[in-house]
């Protein structure tokens, strides 16, 4: 089974960026569709972003297109998120995964253990 470790969390002044990486334990990693997803407080867990298994598709919820951007470096069994322009209602914590289909709600494998984001005003 696919284990993966989110990074790169941390508190940040809206306005301000962060660089979110996730990491996998193997090789076939590469070989998915990978999905970052939030779950901010008392609310339910939402796709942010999606990487086809090339690098050469993406997709973002609205609230983040134009301002969160992820990519992958398959040779490192990594994906990431850079954020931009983070406003207070990104604070979340944030997970990635494998999924089964463009733009799915359900993943591969587990929950990791996420990564908090924390933007102040």
């Known amino acids: 089974q696919v284990q993966l470790v989110e990074s790169g969390g941390g508190l940040v002044q809206a306005g301000g960026s962060l660089r979110l990486a996730c990491a996998a334990s193997?090789?076939?990693?590469?070989?998915?569709?990978t999905a970052w997803f939030r779950q901010a407080p008392g609310k339910e867990r939402d796709s942010v972003a999606g990487?086809?298994?090339?690098?050469?598709?993406?997709y973002y919820a609205d609230s983040v297109k134009g301002r969160f951007t992820i990519s992958r470096d398959n040779a490192k069994n990594t994906v990431y998120l850079q954020m931009n322009s983070l406003a207070v209602e990104d604070t979340a914590i944030y997970y990635c995964?494998?999924?089964?289909?463009?733009?799915?709600?359900?993943?591969?494998?587990?929950w990791g253990q996420g990564a908090q984001v924390t933007v102040s005003s």
């Open positions: 995964a494998p999924t089964p289909g463009w733009r799915a709600t359900t993943i591969i494998g587990s």
């Open positions: 193997v090789r076939t990693y590469s070989s998915y569709i």
């Open positions: 990487i086809s298994w090339n690098g050469e598709s993406t």
